[in-house]
């Protein structure tokens, strides 16, 4: 059964960056689309990118675009989430999740719906 596990979270001043990293075990995650994902104190989880499982189509919430780079190291079992301009509206808990739906073979979705998820990591940006 696929696990995730993430991390790379942290404490960063506005204008820095953090790299996310979402660490898939008990299953090749090469078979499955990632999506990240990220919730707010008192919003809705929000979905900022996905990387498809077969091409690695990528595709990005628009108050992201630009800032944030989705990848995969197939032969590492992982994805990462390149933050750049880190803004304070970008602090929250940073989760991914993973899908091995046939209709994410060659896309993926920011919508929620995911079937495996990790226990999130913490970005928190101030001054």
């Known amino acids: 059964q696929l696990q995730l596990v993430e991390s790379g979270g942290g404490l960063v001043q506005p204008g820095g960056s953090l790299r996310l990293s979402c660490a898939a075990s008990g299953a090749t995650s090469t078979r499955y689309a990632i999506g990240w994902f990220r919730q707010a104190p008192g919003k809705e989880r929000e979905g900022v990118s996905c990387?498809?499982?077969?091409?690695?189509?990528?595709d990005y919430a628009d108050s992201v675009k630009g800032r944030f780079t989705i990848s995969r190291d197939r032969g590492k079992n992982t994805a990462y989430l390149q933050i750049n301009s880190l803004k304070p509206e970008d602090t929250a808990i940073y989760y991914c999740g993973a899908t091995s739906n046939a209709r994410y073979i060659y896309g993926c979705t920011l919508e929620p719906w995911y079937d495996t998820w990790g226990q999130g990591t913490q970005v928190t940006v101030s001054s």
């Open positions: 990387i498809s499982s077969a091409d690695s189509k990528a």
